[in-house]
C-alpha cells in the first residue's frame, strides 16, 4: 500500500467530518491516527467525537451541560465526560 502524503490526508479528514453522523467509531479511530501520524491538528473537530470510545456525538448519543464557564458533553455511550472551557 502507497503511504499518502499530508495534502491527501488532510483531504481525506475534511471528507470524513462532512458526514460524521455516517461513521462508525473505528473510522473516526482510524482518522484522528491518520492526522497524528501526519502531525495536522485536528483543533475544533477533535471535539466532535468521544475521546473514550470514538462515537460521533449528535443530539441522540450525548448530553450537553454549560455551567461556570465550562462546557460538559457527556457520551451516553461509554459515560465519559468531556470538559472544555467556553471562551
Known sequence: ??????KQAEERIKEFFRNLENQKPGD????KRLA??????????RKK??????????????????KNGFKRVKCLNCSYASRWRMK
Not at 49 to 66: D, E, G, L, P, V
Open 49 to 66: 467525537f468521544c475521546r473514550k470510545c470514538y462515537s460521533a456525538f449528535n443530539a441522540k448519543n450525548s448530553q450537553t451541560r454549560i
Open 36 to 45: 497524528m501520524s501526519h502531525n495536522i491538528k485536528l483543533k475544533e473537530l
Open 1 to 6: 500500500m502507497k503511504k499518502q502524503g499530508k
Open 28 to 31: 473516526s479511530r482510524k482518522i
